[in-house]
């Protein structure tokens, strides 16, 4: 029987663990703490269909000047440690051209058609469908101008893609939203992404089916990943483990693994933040504030206000300006409580200056995989990204062309 290590229990590794298993591997899911705690935890809990183009750095001057001095939330920045992120963040720029997005995009679409079917099958096995509403999600905007623009973009995703959407005015908000104070232009409501009212429970649930299905789950620490007699070994709490491959599946910590083995790999590292509120009136769906760059998301443990993109230093910050600002936007539209917690919750989003996740083997290091880099989409794509490396490990067909996504890429 064939075995690995996968490092790293978030929604790409567990994926992979549970891909692998199912072609007949032997696998041990290795990692620091419980499934699902870190970077899989701490976003708005969307299965985002609708999101078939990455995410692309803005280019036109009124957007980089409204980041540079403060004016967008949608990325902040602290100036000491702006130099930390040059390097990655000019490349960023560079594949964000439109020639360049739209060769990425094609790869994309073809990836993240597979990720709610993929989910659908986890989720069904992991008997999690309390978790999750197949209810779409719906994206504010303030400004008639910007519903504008939002209205022409989602003709322009159905027509290109066939991406459904519906446009509700001011009065059509308002009445599938009561809670909403005010309504601004209207919003696009995207019908068929997922929401999620527990992320971390949904990886879990997903880890629990991987191990009711044989598999390990062991506490460890990846950076004593190494060759091994059999292949590759790692330390855990129950000792040494060996096999014949490993995967890297570690997010935002995996170029730092990885330096080790002589990789030098450029990763945009965006800081988010969100915290829980309590409120007696929840959102029905989750909602996008387009121009405070903030989701609000009715969750198990209050209403999530998460935040856009901060560029920052290896810590979190102690008093994050992006959600302060966040959850001042949301007390404009809701009836807002207390925090359901004194500090907010800070992680890590792993992006790649190209815009497409690293999945498939390292190119020196025979029988070494990597599985991160999602950006904003390691929730989405974490079970069919999975597919995909289990499918390269298995020498089957991949579902959709690997090069694009390949760590040998040029």
């Keep these: 029987m064939r075995s690995a290590i996968v490092l790293g229990a978030g929604m790409a590794g567990v994926g992979t663990a549970l891909h692998l298993q199912q072609r007949g591997w032997s696998v041990v899911l290795v ?40 004016r967008s939330n949608d990325v902040h920045y602290e100036v000491r440690s ?16 439109p020639r360049r ?14 990720a709610a079917p993929e989910h659908a099958a986890l989720i069904e ?29 989602a003709e322009r995703l159905r027509a290109r893609y066939g991406v459904r959407s519906r446009v509700l005015s001011p009065d059509a908000l308002a009445a599938a939203e009561p809670a909403l104070k005010r309504t601004g232009a209207g919003a696009i ?14 990886v879990s649930a997903y880890a629990a089916l991987f191990v009711r299905r044989g598999g390990t789950l062991l506490r460890g620490e990846a950076e004593s990943l190494g060759p091994g007699g059999r292949g590759w070994r790692v330390r855990t709490a129950d000792g040494t483990v060996e096999a014949e491959a490993a995967v890297v599946a570690l997010g935002p910590w995996s170029p730092a693994l990885l330096r080790r083995f002589g990789y030098r790999i450029a990763m945009v590292r965006k800081r988010g933040y969100h915290r829980h509120w309590r409120s007696t009136r929840l959102l029905d769906l989750p909602l996008l504030d387009a121009q405070n760059g903030t989701v609000l998301a009715p969750m198990a443990a209050g209403l999530r206000i998460t935040t856009g993109a901060e560029l920052a230093g290896p810590e979190a910050a ?38 497409l996740p690293v999945v498939g083997p390292a190119p020196r290091h025979p029988g070494l995989w990597l599985q991160f880099g999602h950006g904003h989409q ?15 490990m298995s020498g089957e067909t ?13």
């Design 31 to 70: 990692d620091r703490g419980e499934p699902g705690r870190e970077t899989s935890y701490g976003n708005a809990g969307i299965i985002q269909s609708e999101a078939v183009e990455p995410y692309a750095m803005p280019r036109d001057r009124a957007s980089l000047w409204a980041i540079a001095t403060g």
């Design 82 to 97: 702006l130099h930390r992120h040059l390097g990655p963040l000019l490349r960023y720029w560079w594949h964000s051209a």
């Design 101 to 114: 997005h739209a060769a990425a995009s094609r790869a994309y679409a073809g990836l993240i058609a597979h």
């Design 125 to 153: 096995a992991a008997g999690a469908a309390d978790l999750v509403r197949r209810g779409g999600f719906r994206v504010l905007h303030r400004e008639g101008r910007a519903m504008q623009d939002a209205v022409a973009e």
């Design 189 to 202: 409501h995207w019908e068929d992404p997922w929401s999620v009212r527990d992320p971390g429970a949904l």
């Design 318 to 355: 102690t008093g994050p300006a992006q959600l302060a600002r966040a959850e001042a936007a949301a007390r404009d539209l809701l009836d807002l409580g207390g925090p359901h917690e004194n500090a907010p919750w800070s992680g890590i989003r792993p992006c790649m200056p190209d815009l």
């Design 378 to 392: 390691g929730f989405t794509l974490g079970p069919a990204t999975g597919r995909l490396l289990a499918e390269a």
């Design 398 to 410: 991949p579902l959709v062309p690997a090069a694009p996504f390949s760590p040998g890429r040029r």
